[in-house]
Structure formats: structure tokens, C-alpha cells
């Protein structure tokens, strides 16, 4: 079962928080395809959030095809491409590195010290 943590201070909406962490558990196998999911309450109650997000979370993985929804059964994880998604998964971590990046080049840093600064973090 997967286990998704909820940053309510977090930069990112609930909903989001809960997207990226089932994106990143079909990515790397913790789900899989057929797998079923909690239902939009079940899920909702777990975390302490609205069931109105765990809707959208889900319609927003049904949009993307990764879920789809089973008349009266619940929700379940598609066969996927493994490959396009981790590749829309880089796409977003180098946008945000660039981001950072560019940041700390703003504050004054050295490649050096950034990739000291990320040895210390990861």
C-alpha cells in the first residue's frame, strides 16, 4: 500500500501533493497496473483532507491516463508507458533545479558550494 505524506505549509496545493506521489508510485512500481486504489473517501479520510480534493487528485490522474474509474468498483492503475512518464518526471525536476539554480547564482554562490549544499541535503 502506498503511503502519501501531506505537507499542509507545503508549496503546492493538496491535491498536487497527492498527484505526484501516486505519479511517483506507478513510476517506480509501488503501484501497478490494475492495482486499486483507495476510494476518494477511503483516501480522503486517511489523509485529513476534503473529499473534494481527492476527487480532483484523482480526476487529474484519470485525465492523464493513469487511473481510470470502474463503474461501482473504484478507481484502478492503467498500463502506462514507465518511460514517458519518468521523462515528464525530469522535465519538471530540471525546470525546478534551474529555478534553484539561478537562485542561488542570484545569492552569490559557487557551483561548488551548491553542490556541496545538495550532498549535505540529499
Known amino acids: ?8 505549509q507545503g508549496t503546492l496545493a493538496i491535491y498536487e501533493q497527492i498527484v505526484n506521489q501516486l505519479k511517483n508510485a506507478i513510476v517506480t ?23 473534494i480534493t481527492t476527487k480532483r487528485a484523482y480526476e487529474e490522474l484519470e485525465k492523464e491516463g493513469l487511473i481510470r474509474s470502474v463503474s461501482n468498483k473504484g478507481f484502478y492503475v492503467c498500463e502506462y508507458n514507465t518511460d514517458y512518464l519518468m521523462e515528464k518526471q525530469l522535465m519538471v525536476l530540471e525546470k525546478h533545479l534551474s529555478e534553484v539554480i539561478e537562485e542561488a547564482k542570484q545569492a552569490g554562490l559557487s557551483k561548488e558550494e ?9
Open 1 to 8: 500500500m502506498m503511503n502519501i505524506v501531506i505537507q499542509p
Open 29 to 51: 512500481g509501488k503501484l501497478t497496473a490494475g492495482e486499486a486504489l483507495p476510494s476518494i473517501r477511503g483516501l480522503a479520510g486517511e489523509l485529513g483532507v476534503s473529499v
Open 114 to 122: 551548491i553542490c556541496e549544499m545538495i550532498e549535505t541535503l540529499y
